[in-house]
C-alpha cells in the first residue's frame, strides 16, 4: 500500500516507533513515517504500544481545550456539601465520559485549593467553586440552582471554538491543532 497522506493510515494498525516533541514517528507495514504535531497541548503516549490509528474533532478529552473555561464562585451558603460534590462528579463524569478527573474542575494546586476548602466556602457561602469549561460550568451552574446555591461566574476573554483534534493509537492520546505525514525513510 502507497502511503500519501496521514488519511491512508486512518482505522490502520500501526506501531510507535519514537516520540519527540512536535512529532511521532509511527510503523505501518514494515515502512517509518512521520506525523508532525501542530500546537501540540497535551499528550500520552508510549513507544512500542500498537493499534489503529485514528484523529477525531469530537472526544471527551478534547473538551478542556476546545472552549475557554469560566470561573464560578459561591455566592450562598450551602450546608450539605458531600451531596454537592456527589451530584457534581456524576454530572462531570458523563460530560467526559470518565476521561477526565472531576476533581480537576474544582481543586487548583497552584492555590493550595482543595475539596475540603472548598467544602467550607460553601458552608460559610462565598470563595470559588470551580474553573471549568462552558459545557460543564453549565451543568454545574444547573446544580447549584436546583439546589438553591448562588453563584456568579466570570468568562475567560478567550472563550472562542479552538479546532483541536486528537490522535489516538490504542489508549495513546496526542491533542493538537492537526497532524501532518512526512516519509521518515
Not at 35 to 63: A, C, M, Q, R, S
Request: aromatic letters at 12%; proline letters at 2%.
Amino acid at each position: 500500500m502507497i502511503v500519501e497522506s496521514i488519511k491512508d493510515l486512518i482505522n490502520k494498525e500501526v506501531k510507535i516507533d519514537s516520540i519527540q516533541t512536535t512529532f511521532i514517528v509511527i510503523e505501518f507495514e514494515k515502512k517509518f513515517y512521520r506525523i508532525d504535531i501542530e500546537n501540540k497541548v497535551e499528550f500520552y503516549l508510549k513507544k512500542g504500544v500498537t493499534g489503529n490509528l485514528t484523529i477525531n474533532d469530537k472526544h471527551p478529552l478534547l473538551i478542556n481545550h476546545q472552549k475557554g473555561f469560566i470561573i464560578t464562585y459561591i455566592n450562598s451558603s450551602f450546608q450539605n456539601t458531600d451531596l454537592f460534590f456527589e451530584k457534581a462528579e456524576e454530572i462531570i463524569d458523563f460530560e467526559t465520559k470518565g476521561f477526565r478527573n472531576w476533581k480537576d474542575y474544582f481543586e487548583d494546586k497552584s492555590i493550595n485549593l482543595t475539596i475540603d476548602i472548598i467544602k467550607n466556602n460553601m458552608v460559610k457561602g462565598y470563595g470559588k467553586l470551580c474553573e471549568a469549561p462552558v459545557s460543564i460550568t453549565n451543568k454545574v451552574v444547573g446544580l447549584c440552582n436546583e439546589l438553591n446555591i448562588e453563584t456568579k461566574t466570570f468568562y475567560h476573554s478567550d472563550s472562542e471554538l479552538k479546532p483541536y483534534k486528537i490522535l489516538l493509537i490504542d489508549d495513546n492520546i496526542v491533542i493538537g491543532k492537526d497532524f501532518k505525514l512526512n516519509l521518515k525513510n
